[in-house]
T-cell receptor, first 114, second 115 residues
Framework: GESVGLHLPTLSVQEGDNSIINCAYS??????FIWYKQESGKGPQFIID?????DKRQGQRVTVLLNKTVKHLSLQIAATQPGDSAVYFC????FGGGADGLTFGKGTHLIIQP | NAGVTQTPKFQVLKTGQSMTLQCAQD?????MSWYRQDPGMGLRLIHY???????DQGEVPNGYNVSRSTTEDFPLRLLSAAPSQTSVYFC??????????????FGSGTQLSVL
């Protein structure tokens, strides 16, 4: 079965608002998590990653939160822009490794309303 | 740096034809992999390699072959194409676990249609 999943297939937010994309994982041994952004017709693009020894990691306008107690991962995008419209995937490595061995969720389509 | 380069970008095959999807990376990554992406299915791992001369199966390996004769190249071969192999294929590469940068970098994809 799918060990990485997303709560909502589509998320619509107003331009300038903050967005939160959620992801659940089932394997407590997972040690490494990544968020990717995929624009139409392009390959997935790395956004941010986090290891299980951290609860939070921030990048430029993005924050990833990891709650190991409930096995939940979220991606927060601040002040959304039209260019943020894309499908966002979370991925985990259930084998305790790094990028080799990633399992991807099905994705959430983020739509930015003008 | 070019990153991960895939060719061709588009391909149409007839059932039973063979072809090779090319993938090359110039980042000296040990790890390379092939994924297929189908609507509603996310990215599924076909085959992967942790170094030259080493390959292994992923989640959906049937109908595909790979080889890794050099660090840079990781071609994916379809020996007898089937309509079920209609998909978008992505090649990806990274350093191995414990290395300085474990991000998985993707190519731009090959859209394959099998008629």
């Amino acid at each position: 079965g799918e060990s990485v999943g997303l709560h909502l297939p589509t998320l619509s937010v107003q331009e300038g608002d903050n967005s939160i994309i959620n992801c659940a994982y089932s394997n407590s041994a997972s040690d490494y998590f990544i968020w990717y952004k995929q624009e139409s017709g392009k390959g997935p693009q790395f956004i941010i990653d986090i290891r299980s020894n951290m609860d939070k990691r921030q990048g430029q306008r993005v924050t990833v939160l990891l709650n190991k107690t409930v096995k939940h991962l979220s991606l927060q995008i601040a002040a959304t822009q039209p260019g943020d419209s894309a499908v966002y995937f979370c991925a985990e490595n259930p084998f305790g490794g790094g990028a080799d061995g990633l399992t991807f969720g099905k994705g959430t389509h983020l739509i930015i309303q003008p | 740096n070019a990153g991960v380069t895939q060719t061709p970008k588009f391909q149409v095959l007839k059932t039973g034809q063979s072809m090779t999807l090319q993938c090359a990376q110039d980042m000296n990554h040990e790890y390379m992999s092939w994924y297929r992406q189908d609507p509603g299915m996310g990215l599924r791992l076909i085959h992967y390699s942790v170094g030259a001369g080493i390959t292994d199966q992923g989640e959906v390996p049937n109908g595909y072959n790979v080889s890794r004769s050099t660090t840079e190249d990781f071609p994916l071969r379809l020996l007898s194409a089937a309509p079920s192999q209609t998909s978008v294929y992505f090649c990806a590469s990274s350093y191995l676990q414990g290395s300085r940068d474990e991000k998985l970098f993707f190519g731009s994809g090959t859209q394959l249609s099998v008629l």
